[in-house]
């Protein structure tokens, strides 16, 4: 009598939190767009869920634990930006292994429905075979509260994604861009073979010079051909989705201070899907196993004043 009663107790508690996670989806995550999906979705996690409480366990691989299902979902209602592949890669850091198809299946069951996945034209890897270790730098702009346009200045290392300098500017020109690349020296950066680049206007016919002074050799890539230098436009969407987007930037000073928090969470806290989910400065946690799921404990904290939501496993 009392396994029935704590069963029954479970299922009503399972039932009043899955119907109050649904209210909570319609109204803050899609609003109006896919009401019918968040229902369907809620419906089938409340079957899954009494189908466990209820039902003996059948045979075969074991389901995905019911706490890093609360997680998954947790995470894609905090960071509203990441997809399939990015929740794998925060699990895989916190030493929860998940496949990517996994991840996308329970968020189809639940009603969170990706976006489409827009064609990207092919990378332009043949001449990089040459290179060891190569960096990548491009402009990025933004305006800020009284209509100036800000210039930002980036540098990545390729193979590792790390960041190496990032700068904002009004005038970028001939003198402040080689300014940048001393404090790359200052700041204890051995420079690489090659740098790739645009054919940009700011950088002018001197740049290939500037670069053989530091003794990096220059590759243009060709016109109207952005996906030649694809890493470090990449980081131009992401820094744009993930920040500059999002809120309004007062002046210069602003956008500095944004841009260094940025780098901090580049570097040191985001997955990178280029590198299997690595951190170009983190360290790799040992896996979770199955009976250590059972009492999962999970820490969040805000990055970049609120933007982003980092999940980590407690002590």
Not at 248 to 274: F, K, M, T, W
Not at 292 to 310: I, K, P
Request: aromatic share 10%; hydrophobic share 40%.
């Amino acid at each position: 009598m009392t396994c029935l009663r704590t069963k029954i107790r479970w299922s009503f508690g399972y039932y009043c939190l899955i119907l109050a996670e649904l209210i909570r989806d319609i109204w803050n995550y899609f609003v109006t767009p896919y009401p019918f999906l968040l229902i369907l979705g809620a419906h089938r996690r409340i079957k899954r869920r009494l189908k466990i409480i209820w039902l003996a366990k059948p045979p075969g691989r074991p389901p995905v634990h019911e706490n890093v299902v609360d997680l998954i979902i947790e995470m894609k209602r905090c960071n509203k930006i990441c997809g399939a592949q990015r929740i794998s890669d925060e699990l895989k850091l916190m030493g929860i292994k998940v496949s990517k198809k996994t991840v996308l299946k329970i968020l189809r069951e639940n009603g969170f429905v990706p976006p489409r996945v827009r064609f990207e034209p092919p990378s332009w890897k043949a001449l990089f075979h040459a290179y060891s270790r190569y960096w990548s730098m491009d402009f990025t702009t933004v305006f800020d509260l009284m209509g100036l346009q800000l210039f930002i200045f980036v540098i990545i290392e390729v193979p590792s994604r790390k960041f190496i300098t990032i700068s904002v500017t009004t005038n970028p020109d001939q003198e402040w861009l080689i300014q940048q690349f001393r404090n790359c020296s200052i700041g204890g950066h051995s420079f690489p073979e090659a740098m790739v680049h645009d054919r940009d206007g700011i950088y002018g016919k001197w740049l290939p010079d500037i670069l053989t002074e530091f003794e990096m050799k220059s590759i243009k890539t060709r016109p109207r051909c952005p996906w030649q230098n694809a890493y470090v436009e990449r980081f131009n969407l992401s820094i744009k989705n993930e920040m500059l987007n999002r809120l309004i930037v007062v002046n210069s000073s602003h956008a500095r201070d944004l841009c260094a928090s940025y780098e901090i969470h580049y570097n040191r806290i985001r997955p990178h899907q280029g590198i299997d989910g690595k951190i170009p400065d983190g360290e790799t946690k040992n896996p979770v196993t199955r009976p250590d799921l059972d009492c999962l404990r999970v820490e969040r904290r805000s990055e970049m004043g609120g933007l982003q939501t980092h999940f980590s496993l407690a002590a």
